[in-house]
Structures are given as structure tokens and as C-alpha cells.
């Protein structure tokens, strides 16, 4: 299983970024998704979560209402759309798959992660 991310950058505080992860390996259709994220000094957080139908979404509260997390299962990529973004949002973003539909804010359920992508937001 290959999880890849794309999509990080340094921004201003305020613009918006969207975050790629293209999977390969796994039956994508029938997995649950999700983003987190890790600041420096900090542990791995959960950011959003989405179903394999994409029918349920799940977010942190520090993005509700700022991101949407999306999928296409005909591209076997996820997306996270963030906007107006914070410093506090500056974090390497990890992408996470589980081969079970449901999807999860838990951390330990996703079997497959990527390696990140940096995204730094200056004020």
C-alpha cells in the first residue's frame, strides 16, 4: 500500500491550501480516509476523517468550519481543502487508510499511512 501527499506549501496566514493523497495498493473504494497532523513538539492529531462512500465526514474542532475533506473513488485520491488558515495549523499532514469502511478520529484503526506533507502558515 503507497499513500503519497501532495499539496503542502508556506502561505500567509488567511489563504487556503489543498491537500492531495493519492493511494495505490488498496481496494480504495471500500477504505476509510483520513488526514492528521503532527506540530513540532507536538503528538500526531487527528484533523478530518472520511468514509469510503464519502457519505460521512468527521472533523476536529480546530478546522470545523474551515476544511472539507472529500474524496474520488474513480482517482483513488482524498482531498482536504483548508482555508483561511492559522500559524496553528502549521504541521506536517499525514494521510491514513484503513481496509474497513467506517470511518474514525481514532488514530490506532488506520493501517496505512504516508509520509506528509509540509505546511507552514506565517502571520
Known amino acids: 500500500v503507497q499513500l503519497v501527499e501532495s499539496g503542502g506549501g508556506s502561505v500567509q496566514a488567511g489563504a487556503s491550501l489543498r491537500l492531495s493523497c493519492a493511494a495505490s495498493?488498496?481496494?480504495?473504494?471500500?477504505?476509510?480516509m483520513a488526514w492528521f497532523r503532527r506540530a513540532p513538539g507536538k503528538g500526531r492529531e487527528f484533523v478530518a476523517a472520511?468514509?469510503?462512500?464519502?457519505?460521512?465526514?468527521l472533523y476536529a474542532d480546530s478546522v470545523k468550519g474551515r476544511s472539507t475533506i472529500s474524496r474520488d473513488n474513480a482517482k483513488n485520491t482524498m482531498y482536504l481543502e483548508m482555508a483561511s488558515l492559522r500559524p496553528e495549523d502549521t504541521a506536517n499532514y499525514y494521510c491514513?487508510?484503513?481496509?474497513?469502511?467506517?470511518?474514525?478520529?481514532?488514530?490506532?484503526?488506520?493501517?496505512?499511512w504516508g509520509q506528509g506533507t509540509q505546511v507552514t502558515v506565517s502571520s
Open positions: 491514513a487508510a484503513r481496509s474497513r469502511p467506517i470511518a474514525t478520529m481514532l488514530r490506532s484503526p488506520y493501517e496505512y
Open positions: 472520511i468514509s469510503s462512500t464519502g457519505r460521512t465526514t
Open positions: 495498493g488498496l481496494t480504495f473504494s471500500s477504505s476509510a
